[in-house]
């Protein structure tokens, strides 16, 4: 019995030693940024985090700062269409944070907010500028939208990173917390010899497809992005895509957008300030699809029941920057575009955020951003 006990002593022993090692290693090779109040989560391929909703979840800790800050959130065209390192190099008053996860509907974006007010003092909400980046493909109901095999129907990719490293549990009615808020980033601290060794896992994978395919991921980059075009082919099956994934015929959901319209209310009503930003599809797109008339009527309810609001501003770009060959796909400006977009929302915030004088309850994105466009292939 005393040798299997010192063989369970050594072993344990040898155990913690080895986890100890690879969250020091960690530190090393992906160590963490000082800077609070802003963080760049589309950059989750390079961090320790691989992911973006990962990220988010494990990351957000960085907003618990009293400073002003400008959080955009939204759908992956959020992600890649405002750049947060353009927007903040033009924005001198507040710290940018771009939380944009791929394929967010109204419902991920609310739990997103919840995530950011979780880690902050109320105290320091009014601090708080949420963009939020908005179109039709947003509006789907989480049964309909998160429907997989591999999740409960209905739980977001958020709350699978709830419950991924035991820090939440799940239950009937969601997940429920098992780690107080104020202890997140010690849970973390805790889990990083896990995250490094899936990190480890994940290149060697990356690795082996780059000998077998040419390729890391399945992911472009952005010289490919800037390059890529849309067959008719790629279009018809973008549009059946869309048809099929939004679960209805040709309706956006209105539960959505009622949650859309209360979360505004509820930022308003604790001080915060909303940039609500209708974004632009290519045309071939916006015509086509049976979804957008909906949509664009839902955006202008929306504005309109907030305007005048002092802490509440929308904008719209559809009109203009719709051009074919300015986006990668149905979806997603290339690069170029990517800086006309984040230069006018670095605008709209200056005034907005930095001088607290907003010309209008909304702004319309004309003119100027048409002809910077242009002037790219």
Same mark, same amino acid.
């Given at each position: ?86 927007? /903040?190099? &033009? ?6 944070? !771009?939380? +944009?996860? #791929? ?7 609310? *739990? ?10 109320p105290a320091d909400w009014s601090s708080n500028t949420f963009v939020i980046g908005v179109s039709f493909g947003m509006f789907i109901d989480s049964d309909v939208k998160y ?85 008719? /082919?790629? &279009? ?6 869309? !048809?099929? +994934?939004? #679960? ?7 539960? *959505? ?47 309109g029941q907030f305007a005048g609001q002092r802490n509440f501003v929308s904008m719209s770009m559809s009109d203009d920057l719709s051009r074919e060959q300015d986006y990668s ?49």
């Amino acid at each position: 019995m005393k040798y299997i006990l010192r063989q369970a002593a050594l072993t344990f022993v040898s155990f913690a030693f080895l986890y100890a090692t690879l969250g020091a290693l960690s530190f090393l090779m992906f160590p963490e940024s000082a800077s609070e109040g802003q963080r760049d989560f589309q950059n989750a391929e390079q961090t320790l985090y691989m992911t973006v909703p990962k990220y988010v979840f494990l990351g957000h800790g960085v907003l618990n700062s009293p400073t002003e800050k400008a959080i955009l959130i939204g759908a992956s065209n959020t992600g890649v269409g405002f750049i947060q390192k353009t927007v /903040q190099s &033009k924005l001198a008053c507040a710290k940018v944070s !771009n939380l +944009a996860v #791929g394929g967010a509907n109204i419902s991920e974006v609310k *739990q997103i907010i919840d995530l950011v007010h979780q880690v902050q003092r109320p105290a320091d909400w009014s601090s708080n500028t949420f963009v939020i980046g908005v179109s039709f493909g947003m509006f789907i109901d989480s049964d309909v939208k998160y429907s997989d095999p591999d999740r409960n129907r209905g739980e977001t990719d958020i709350d699978l990173e709830k419950y991924r490293y035991g820090f939440y549990r799940r239950t009937p009615e969601g997940p429920v917390a098992l780690l107080p808020d104020n202890w997140l980033d010690a849970g973390v601290l805790a889990i990083r010899p896990i995250l490094v060794t899936e990190k480890i896992a994940r290149e060697i994978r990356a690795g082996v497809n780059l000998l077998r395919t040419g390729r890391r991921s399945a992911q472009r980059n952005e010289a490919e992005r800037e390059v890529a075009s849309m067959s008719e /082919q790629d &279009k018809k099956k973008a549009l059946d895509y869309w !048809n099929e +994934a939004m #679960g209805t015929k040709g309706e956006i959901s209105l539960g *959505q957008v009622a949650l859309l319209k209360d979360t505004i209310d509820t930022l308003l009503r604790s001080g915060e300030r909303v940039v609500l930003v209708d974004l632009p599809i290519p045309a071939w797109h916006r015509d086509a699809s049976p979804f957008q008339r909906g949509y664009e009527q839902a955006f202008a309810d929306l504005s309109g029941q907030f305007a005048g609001q002092r802490n509440f501003v929308s904008m719209s770009m559809s009109d203009d920057l719709s051009r074919e060959q300015d986006y990668s796909d149905e979806a997603h400006p290339k690069p170029h575009l990517a800086n006309v977009w984040s230069d006018r929302l670095a605008n709209v915030l200056n005034s907005f955020v930095c001088h607290a004088n907003p010309e209008a309850a909304h702004v319309s994105l004309r003119g100027s951003d048409q002809s910077s466009a242009a002037t790219h292939p």
